[in-house]
C-alpha cells in the first residue's frame, strides 16, 4: 500500500521568508496530493491540491510542486505570515478505486517568528 | 461552505463505557470518515463510509464500529472504551467527484476524548 513520508516534522522560519515542506509516496499510481492546515483546536483543511497530469499549482502565496518521477512533492509557502503557523498534512491516494485510501503524512507544525 | 459539525468538543468517560462520537454533514456528501489524530502519528483512519448503511474498514478499526443510518450523519460507536482509545476524533466528509480517495475531506473541529 501506500506511504507517504513528510519533513520536516517541525520548521521555524522568520516572518516574511519562505518556507518549504516536502512529501515522498511510495506508490507510483497515486495521482491525487492535497495539503491540509491545522489551525490549533480546527480540524484540518484543505489549502491546496494537485493532480498527476500537472507538476505545479500555484494559488496566492502558496505552490505545490509534484515530481512523478522521484516520487515526491513540496509545498511551498512564500511570504510568510504569522496566520501561517499552524500544522501542515500532504497526503497521497491511488485512482479511482471504492477501497482506495487517502494516505496522510504525519505532519510539520510551522511556527512563523517574528 | 460545507459544514461537518462533532457532536461534542471534549468528552470525558470510563472505562469499559460505551462511547457514541457523533457526525453530521451538511452537504449532501455520499462519503463519510472517521480519524483519530495521535501525535506523531498523524491522521489514521478508522472507518468510512460511501453510502447509507455502507461501512469499510480504514487502517485500525479494532475496538470501534459505525453506523449510517442517514446520509448526513456518521456515528463513530467505542463499544467499550479504553484508555488506549483517548485521542482525538476527527469526522470527514467528502462529495462525488474522482473516486472516494481522490476527492477533498471536509473535517469537523474534533472531538477531544479522555478515557480515565
Known amino acids: 500500500g501506500e506511504n507517504v513520508e513528510q519533513h520536516p516534522s517541525t520548521l521555524s522560519v522568520q516572518e516574511g521568508d519562505s518556507a518549504v515542506i516536502k512529501c515522498t509516496y511510495s506508490?507510483?499510481?497515486?495521482?491525487?496530493f492535497p495539503w491540509y492546515k491545522q489551525e490549533l483546536g480546527k480540524g484540518p483543511q484543505l489549502i491546496i491540491d494537485?493532480?498527476?497530469?500537472?507538476g505545479e499549482k500555484k494559488d496566492q502565496r502558496i505552490a505545490v510542486t509534484l515530481n512523478k518521477t522521484a516520487k515526491h512533492f513540496s509545498l511551498h509557502i512564500t511570504e510568510t505570515q504569522p496566520e501561517d503557523s499552524a500544522v501542515y498534512f500532504c497526503?497521497?491516494?491511488?485512482?479511482?478505486?471504492?477501497?482506495?485510501?487517502?494516505?496522510f503524512g504525519k505532519g510539520t507544525r510551522l511556527h512563523i517568528l517574528p | 461552505d460545507v459544514k461537518v459539525t462533532q457532536s461534542s468538543r471534549y468528552l470525558v468517560k470510563r472505562t469499559g463505557e460505551k462511547v457514541f462520537l457523533e457526525c453530521v454533514q451538511d452537504?449532501?456528501?455520499?462519503?463519510m470518515f472517521w480519524y483519530r489524530q495521535d501525535p506523531g502519528l498523524g491522521l489514521r483512519l478508522i472507518y468510512f463510509?460511501?453510502?447509507?448503511?455502507?461501512?469499510e474498514k480504514g487502517d485500525i478499526p479494532e475496538g470501534y464500529s459505525v453506523s449510517r443510518e442517514k446520509k448526513e450523519r456518521f456515528s463513530l460507536i467505542l463499544e467499550s472504551a479504553s484508555t488506549n482509545q483517548t485521542s482525538m476524533y476527527l469526522c470527514?466528509?467528502?462529495?462525488?467527484?474522482?473516486?472516494?480517495?481522490?476527492?477533498?475531506?471536509?473535517f469537523g473541529n474534533g472531538t477531544r476524548l479522555t478515557v480515565t
Open positions: 494537485i493532480r498527476s497530469n500537472v
Open positions: 506508490d507510483s499510481a497515486s495521482n491525487y
Open positions: 463510509s460511501y453510502d447509507v448503511k455502507m461501512k
Open positions: 452537504m449532501d456528501h455520499e462519503n
Open positions: 470527514a466528509s467528502s462529495g462525488p467527484g474522482q473516486g472516494i480517495a481522490n476527492s477533498p475531506l471536509h
Open positions: 497526503a497521497a491516494s491511488s485512482p479511482m478505486n471504492r477501497d482506495d485510501k487517502i494516505i
